[in-house]
């Protein structure tokens, strides 16, 4: 992500600069800081988005090399990295912040109000799957299936799709499961 918001400015050794360091600052945020905090991010968005390409925006400001930014009225480029370039960067960043925390604020206050953020612990442990689609997509498995979740007398899918075919469905795929 650090390298996003400086396509285009930087050449490819600072580049790699750019990408080692966000790449361990990325890898301490999925690991460590969200363990320390205990939020709830699955895929790892804020550790990697968030918070890595804050880095790369920032290193974009000193490392922005100038005749790749050069147009006819500025040939010595319009963006040329250094401490004022990195100042520009640090308001954008922080405005960014900002702007971000705000938004999400509000969405969430309006998505709790209208439909609510969390399931009960009792859904929870029940299974979302079951609770709010209907479906069970992970099932113990039982004698006589297979790993792959076949019948073992005739190897086809022996799958549960929804909770209302169930029973016809291992009737007509004779599965045992």
Do not use: N
């Given at each position: 992500?650090?390298?996003?918001?400086?396509?285009?400015?930087?050449?490819?050794?600072?580049?790699?600069?750019?990408?080692?360091?966000?790449?361990?600052?990325?890898?301490?945020?999925?690991?460590?800081?969200?363990?320390?905090?205990?939020?709830?991010?699955?895929?790892?968005?804020f550790g990697v988005h968030g918070i890595g390409g804050?880095?790369?925006?920032?290193?974009?400001?000193?490392?922005?090399?100038?005749p790749l930014s050069a147009t006819k009225d500025a040939p010595a480029g319009a963006y040329v990295g250094g401490l004022s370039l990195m100042a520009v960067q640090v308001v954008g960043v922080a405005a960014t912040i900002v702007y971000c925390a705000a938004a999400s604020w509000v969405l969430l206050k309006i998505t709790d109000?209208?439909?609510?953020?969390?399931?009960?612990?009792?859904?929870?442990?029940?299974?979302?799957?079951?609770?709010?689609?209907?479906?069970?997509?992970?099932?113990s498995r039982k004698a006589g299936c297979s790993t792959q979740g076949r019948s073992a007398r005739n190897r086809r899918p022996c799958t549960v799709v929804s909770l209302d075919t169930t029973e016809r469905r291992h009737r007509r795929n004779n599965c045992p499961c």
């Open positions: 992500m650090a390298i996003t918001p400086a396509a285009g400015f930087v050449l490819p050794g600072p580049a790699l600069a750019m990408g080692l360091g966000a790449g361990a600052v990325c890898f301490w945020t999925a690991t460590t800081m969200k363990a320390a905090f205990g939020y709830d991010d699955s895929l790892d968005a804050i880095p790369g925006t920032l290193a974009t400001g000193w490392f922005a090399f100038g109000m209208v439909v609510g953020l969390r399931v009960s612990r009792e859904e929870e442990r029940e299974g979302l799957d079951i609770v709010l689609h209907g479906e069970q997509v992970f099932r």
